[in-house]
């Protein structure tokens, strides 16, 4: 079946670093890949998609790029700010199986 | 923002007791999905409709049901609440199920089963 792990979190970091939230997956085809964002106590909201292999995804200065030949997804940003707190989920979805599959999450914290 | 409310935003309630959670969406789309978030977990996915009266299991289904008598609502019910079942609980909705295409997510319902 289709999996997503995702890096432990949580993260801390200082405003202006650059960030790295690791992604790999599992699937039986080809799927398209997500990066959530969940802001205290809201609910979650796209930040960024890819749906084929290479492709960039971005968004509020964040990207991301399916890698088909690691099956990774991995979502980067050059300068965090202390607004980027909140917890990033990785998912999934496939042809056959279009639910979405999460990975745990990462909270990240940045620190002014 | 998606039109999407979820009600309750906050329950308490006592183990053994029927719960029910609404969801309700103004944009009209056809999927509407029901989501728990523990920690750990991420988001798993409890139960979901394709359409009015039209509903199918997620991976966590045990011990919920749902219903869908009309477009815009969808219903959580916990017959019997029990411990396992305190969490967040997200509805989520999209137009169309296909890969590449995006859920939008309600505010949450925190439930805490005593």
């Known amino acids: 079946g289709n999996s997503v792990t995702q890096m432990e979190g949580p993260v801390t970091l200082s405003e202006e670093a650059f960030l790295t939230i690791n992604c790999t997956y599992t699937?039986?085809?080809?799927?398209?890949l997500f990066w959530y964002v969940q802001y205290p106590g809201e609910g979650l909201q796209l930040l960024l998609k890819?749906?084929?292999?290479?492709d960039k995804g971005g968004n509020k200065g964040f990207e991301a790029t399916y890698r088909k030949e690691t099956t990774s997804f991995h979502l980067e940003k050059g300068s965090v700010q202390v607004s980027d707190s909140a917890v990033y989920f990785c998912?999934?979805?496939?042809?056959?199986?279009?639910?979405?599959?999460f990975g745990t999450g990462t909270r990240l914290t940045i620190i002014p | 923002d998606a039109g999407i409310t979820q009600s309750p935003r906050h329950k308490v309630t006592e183990t053994g007791t029927p719960v029910t959670l609404r969801c309700h969406q103004t944009?009209?789309?056809?999927?509407m999905y029901w989501y728990r978030q523990d920690p750990g977990h991420g988001l798993r996915l409890i139960h979901y409709s394709y359409g009015v009266k039209d509903t199918d299991k997620g991976e966590v289904s045990d011990g919920y049901s749902v219903s869908r008598s009309k477009t815009e609502d969808f219903l959580l019910t916990l017959e019997s609440a029990t411990s396992s079942q305190t969490s967040v609980y997200f509805c989520?909705?999209?137009?169309?199920?296909?890969?590449?295409?995006?859920?939008?997510f309600g505010p949450g319902t925190r439930l805490t089963v005593t």
């Open positions: 699937a039986t085809g080809y799927p398209s």
């Open positions: 944009e009209n789309h056809r999927y």
């Open positions: 890819a749906t084929k292999a290479d």
């Open positions: 998912a999934l979805s496939d042809f056959g199986n279009e639910k979405l599959t």
């Open positions: 989520a909705i999209s137009e169309t199920q296909g890969a590449g295409y995006e859920q939008y």
